[in-house]
């Protein structure tokens, strides 16, 4: 949902997805000179409780000495950025928002203009669509406030229900719509979360007809004996099917079949193990749609003859015939699979609509960023381009360190990159994950592969799936993709969790920064941040110029452009 008003020169922005409620704010010039901050105040309308919301930064001379984690009314220690969001919200509910502008001394601050802001968050349930994403383990702060930073394997039940929100159990959901007489078939990369294993045993002992492909390609890197093992131990082997003569079965879809009838696809970004459940930042999207469905039960049917990759083998051309690259891309959700031609038309495809954004990219990079959309990110001009990346390169390149430096030097695009916090007891933990199998993982915190193209105007692209917008993605992994061109719902939903993980990515790089400012690379310690006690604060977002992306954000996310 969205809702857009100025009033008392404040433009409020407001994007409510399924679990974020997101603020673009501008300020007329009349009403910035003593500018303190914005206090945001909130009515929960399925329980009638009023609150003023909270920060973590506050004013010297008030809180000089807050402890970690603490947060504080904003009515006192108002939010000094033109962005901000909620975060503490739950789907398909009526909330009522006051924004306040706050002036004078800290201590001492008096309201002045006002906007009151109804709206109603989205349910993560759609008529076509339906997005799940889990809270996963880059949302350090609050874990560590709800869990007294403890690991979740001492915390128990309630950690990891809280890491999931609701991933997990949508996917069991999902395999337990499958009845009597039903099919369900799919086909996984890392396939080994017992609850998951047991509802697809479940599935098959009410009379559920079952066809599983998994991942077990002999290699050094891949998840042939943990997988191997899972399904044994799970006794479902008869209704499963090893894909051997893949390059990389990467994967994670279910397809529904209902009285023989297509009736749903599972698909996303979430690895059925610990790490993909609870430890990564994933998402799981089912889409309700015929067409869609009998697309992927065809590419099933293709998966099950276990096809090689190389000539003379026409799996890659069969991909690309029956998902081709649309000359023109239609209303609606069109689907991509691979592994497609040398040729890396589908990427070649993907950098193009990044390129023909008009106002706004958003995309996540786990394994570094393609040369193709490197060329997108590198161009300065007035659309604002964000980047989520795990690291700047996969072997700590030199190279690509540089190269992705100066893509941040320009004024239009903001990239946050992944840290670890190494006094953090929960990034404690998934250090110990790291060599869970005796291998080493690639991956921490974004493992979601998505891009949303002008996702606040009126014709938002979702980009989403199991690719990594890579070569290997493109042309020799088995991979599929879902673009959704119209849909406003799907859009607000995937641009909350985007900007709720980067919020929690831009706090891991300022604990780095600060670390190495004051350590030297010593371990990093939590050190309060405050807020200023003027209105310098606001300098960088009206200065053209300004190449930290403030100026940038503040006109796109208000609309004031």
Partial sequence: MRVTMKKDGITVNCIAGAYVVFWGLDLAETARKGFRGFAFKREDHSNGEVQWMRGMKTFEAVAANPAAGENFSTEVHPIQSFQWADYSVKPGVRYTYTIRTMYGNPGELKARGKVDIAIKTESEEGEVHSAYFNRGSVATQEYARRFQNRPPKEVGQAAWDWLSRGLVEHMIGFIERAKKGDSLVGAVYEFQHERVLEAIREAKSRGVKMKIIYDAVDGATGPRKPNIAAVKAAKIAGITKQRLNAKLMHNKFFVHLKNGRPDAVWTGSTNITLNGIFGHANVGHIVDDEEVVLAYLEYYKRLLKDPSIPAPSTYREENMEASPVPQHLKRGTTPIFSPRGTQLDSLDWYAKLAAGAKEGLFMTFAFGMHQKFKEVYSHEDDILKMALMEKTSVNGNETEDQAIQMIRNRPNVVVAIGNRIVTNAFDRWLE????????????????????????????????????????????????????????????????????????HYSFREAVKWAGEREHAGSPQEWKPQYLSADDAWMKDYFNKKDRSGRYARRVYFAGTK
């Fill in 432 to 503: 110990e994950r790291e060599t869970v199998d005796g291998k080493r993982k690639h991956v921490y915190w974004i493992h979601t592969k998505f891009m949303l193209i002008d996702p606040l105007g009126a014709d938002p692209i979702v980009v989403t799936g199991s690719a990594n917008f890579s070569k290997a993605s493109t042309d020799t992994n088995d991979e599929n993709m879902l673009v959704i061109r119209g849909d406003k719902r799907i859009a607000d939903i995937y641009f909350g969790e985007y900007m709720r993980l980067y919020s």
